[in-house]
């Protein structure tokens, strides 16, 4: 049974950091298509970063030079690194892990409980 449990959220300044975790088990996050996604109350959920089995990313404008996608293979997590926090970025953060090894058209099979960001001016 897959099962991803994100950490790291909280309330922080602009301007801040945090480093969200995604512990996977049941699976293996090296081996396929992982993203992060986010939803802000009221509005539909956004795809902000993702990462192939080769290690290749892409990130939605909104967030690109301002998070980093990345994982640790002997940890089995996945990681997202937001800095220069905004108010816009509050929203509750979820994980997802696909059965494929690449991103591009991915349906994504699996979603963590999600961790909550949010961001005061």
Do not use: H
Not at 34 to 60: C, H, N
């Amino acid at each position: 049974q897959v099962q991803l449990v994100e950490s790291g959220g909280g309330s922080v300044q602009s301007g801040g950091s945090l480093r969200l975790s995604c512990a996977a088990s049941g699976y293996t996050v090296s081996s396929y298509c992982m993203g992060w996604f986010r939803q802000a109350p009221g509005k539909e959920r956004e795809g902000v970063a993702s990462i192939d089995r080769l290690t290749r990313t892409t990130y939605a404008p909104s967030v690109k030079d301002r998070f980093t996608i990345s994982r640790e293979n002997a940890k089995n997590t996945l990681y997202l690194q937001i800095n220069s926090l905004k108010p816009e970025d509050t929203a509750m953060y979820y994980c997802a892990a696909a059965r494929a090894p690449y991103c591009a058209g991915v349906e994504y099979n699996y979603w963590g409980q999600g961790t909550q960001v949010t961001v005061s001016s």
